[in-house]
């Protein structure tokens, strides 16, 4: 029996809430050698992790991950990301908000065509994006 996404969400999901992100991201290569992309559940998981820990260029990188494999995170993820971070005491307000932003701007490109055009199906999270004053206009 071959895994699918949900095994291997299921254990990377397993390995961040036990503070063992390395093996969470061995498991996350070994999803995508055999074909498989990450989904929601699988970035989500990732980014809460690294916001938990506090771990801000991990976990921007980690969004522009799950940006390039054609996952744009969704208002989920993006309120659970800066809730956390709200949260990690080792991360500075300036850093904070830096990041938040940045996120926010990632998300906000991401869904944007080539004419500009945001994708219907992402209007919601761009106008919470902008709503919260924290993506770049």
Not at 12 to 39: V, W
Request: aromatic share 6%; charged share 20%.
């Amino acid at each position: 029996v071959r895994p699918n996404v949900v095994t291997y969400n299921t254990l990377i999901k397993a390995f961040c809430m036990n503070h063992q992100i390395d093996k969470a991201e061995q498991m996350l290569t070994r999803m995508i050698e055999t074909g498989l992309m990450g989904d929601e559940a699988t970035w989500g998981a990732l980014a809460g992790a690294y916001a938990r820990k506090g771990s801000v260029d991990d976990l921007i990188f980690t969004i522009r991950r799950s940006i390039a494999g054609g996952c744009i995170p969704n208002r989920q993820m993006y309120d659970m990301v800066a809730h956390l971070l709200s949260n990690c005491s080792t991360v500075s307000d300036a850093a904070r908000q830096d990041a938040v932003q940045t996120i926010a701007t990632m998300i906000v490109e991401a869904a944007q065509g080539p004419d500009g055009a945001v994708a219907p199906e992402h209007e919601d999270l761009v106008r919470h994006c902008f709503s919260t004053g924290r993506a770049h206009q």
